[in-house]
C-alpha cells in the first residue's frame, strides 16, 4: 500500500469526492445539475499555482488567495442558479469549462498545454516516502471536513430549505421562503468548498 502509485491514486480519489460532496450538496440546494464543477477546480488550481510560481508563495499562503477567488466567481456565477432555468444551467456549465479552457490556451501566463511548473509542493520533508504518506493523510482530512460540514448543513434548517427548492420551487417560494437568496448562498458556499480542491490538486 506504500507504494507511490498507490498513495497517488488514493490521494486523487480522496480529491475526486471533495468535488463530489459540496457538488452533491449544491444540486440538492439550487435544483439544477451542475456540469462544470472543474471551473472551480481551475481556479483554485491556478491562482495557487500562479501565486507559486511568481510569488513563491508557499500552500498557507495562497490558501486564503484561492478561498477569495472561489468566493468572488461563485457570486458572479451565482446568478446563473436564479437566470437559466432547467436544462439552460446545465448546458451553460457544460461551455464554462470549456471557455475556461480556451483562457489557459490564450493566455501566455498560464502555459497552455504544458502547464505550469516549480510549484510548491503541499508537504515537504527530507523523505519522499513521507510526503506520499502526509499528503495522503492530508486529502483524507480535507475530505471528512468536507463531509462532516456538508452533513451537518443537510440535517441542519439550510439543508431543509434546499431539499424544498430541489423538490418544487414554486410551492417553496409560494410559502414564503426566498428561493433566489437561498440558491445564491448554497452555490457560493459549495463553489468555494470545490476551489479549495482545486488549490490542494495545485500543490499536490
Not at 478561498?67 to 464554462?96: H, Q, R
Request: proline share 3%.
Amino acid at each position: 500500500i506504500w507504494q507511490p502509485d498507490i498513495m497517488s491514486l488514493i490521494a486523487t480519489a480522496n480529491i475526486y469526492a471533495c468535488i463530489a460532496i459540496p457538488l452533491g450538496w449544491q444540486m440538492t440546494g439550487i435544483g439544477r445539475l451542475n456540469f462544470g464543477p472543474q471551473v472551480f477546480v481551475g481556479l483554485g488550481g491556478f491562482t495557487a499555482a500562479l501565486l507559486s510560481v511568481h510569488f513563491g508563495w508557499g500552500p498557507w499562503a495562497t490558501l486564503p488567495i484561492a478561498i477569495l477567488t472561489g468566493l468572488l466567481f461563485g457570486l458572479i456565477f451565482s446568478s446563473l442558479t436564479n437566470i437559466a432555468k432547467g436544462l439552460y444551467f446545465s448546458l451553460v456549465t457544460l461551455i464554462l469549462p470549456l471557455i475556461f479552457l480556451e483562457v489557459t490556451y490564450y493566455f501566455s501566463i498560464f502555459k497552455g498545454e504544458t502547464g505550469l511548473y516549480g510549484i510548491t509542493p503541499l508537504v515537504t520533508v527530507s523523505n519522499i516516502k513521507w510526503e506520499y504518506i502526509l499528503t495522503n493523510y492530508f486529502s483524507l482530512i480535507l475530505l471528512v471536513i468536507f463531509l462532516f460540514v456538508t452533513v451537518k448543513v443537510l440535517d441542519s434548517r439550510v439543508g431543509l430549505y434546499a431539499a424544498a427548492i430541489n423538490d418544487d420551487e414554486e410551492v417553496a417560494n409560494n410559502l414564503g421562503l426566498n428561493i433566489k437568496k437561498w440558491k445564491i448562498v448554497c452555490f457560493v458556499a459549495t463553489s468555494v468548498m470545490i476551489t479549495i480542491a482545486g488549490w490542494f490538486t495545485a500543490h499536490y
